[in-house]
């Protein structure tokens, strides 16, 4: 396993990250907002193979005419449950209102979060279909099978037609499917998607007077 991603993805439209929608940065900032996501300062366009994996105080966000995405590992902890989040993200996630407000962004449509690290051969997904969780499940080597929430999903069966989900680790099919997974968001699996063809806004934490003048020399240009 050699990936690292925290990313929360959602949409109404199956499959539609892998059309490669163009990303709106002023859209971006609204939904930051809309999403109580304050404290951060703008920094500029990036693409999602810098995104999937953020930097400890960084935030992403896609902004499309009909889907949105955010990485940022403890906001992505919010999507699973309060267990499974203090394993995969180690500590309270903070914005609590973030998890209805990305809800109910498609009370239609999906939001599917995903997790892989490398280092601790740690996988997850966590479905949310119409507001409502669906289908979570994460393992990681110290930990085994972290949550097995929910009927398993069709992408799933490719792995789990071949072993039980209490086998699966990252050696044999933790990051198989989380990618087969991945295909609900992108009709094809995120490692087969060029993601550098995928843009979204880079933000930074920051505080105090610096951060404020700085968000406002932004939102003039």
């Known amino acids: ?9 959602a949409t109404a439209v199956p499959g539609y990250f892998g059309t490669r929608p163009r990303h709106e940065a002023q859209r971006a900032e609204q939904l930051r907002l809309r ?26 966000i896609g902004a499309y005419p009909d889907g949105a995405i955010v990485c940022e590992s403890q906001l992505v ?10 394993k995969i993200g ?7 209102e973030f998890k209805p407000a990305l809800l109910g ?20 997904y966590s479905l949310y279909a119409g507001g409502t969780l ?10 085994g099978i972290i949550v097995d929430e929910g009927a398993p999903l069709p992408e799933e ?3 789990l037609d071949t072993c039980a989900i209490e086998e699966v680790d990252e050696e044999v099919g933790g990051e198989e499917l ?19 063809h995928l843009e979204l806004s880079e933000y930074r934490r920051a505080s105090g007077p610096v951060a404020s003048l700085f968000n406002r020399m932004v939102g003039e240009k």
């Open 1 to 9: 396993m050699g990936w690292k991603a925290f990313a929360v993805f």
């Open 35 to 60: 999403l109580g996501l304050s404290g951060y300062a703008y920094v500029g366009p990036a693409t999602l193979d810098a995104a999937l994996y953020p930097r400890k105080g960084a935030l992403f």
């Open 77 to 86: 902890c919010q999507l699973f449950d309060d267990a499974s989040c203090r």
């Open 90 to 96: 180690g500590g309270a996630a903070p914005f609590a």
């Open 105 to 124: 962004l498609y009370p239609a449509g999906e939001v599917l979060a995903v997790v892989l690290h490398s280092v601790v051969n740690l996988w997850g």
């Open 134 to 143: 669906r289908r979570s499940a994460a393992g990681a080597s110290d930990d």
């Open 157 to 159: 069966r490719r792995v």
């Open 178 to 196: 989380v990618f087969d997974v991945s295909a609900r968001m992108f009709g094809l699996r995120l490692d087969g998607f060029d993601q550098s």
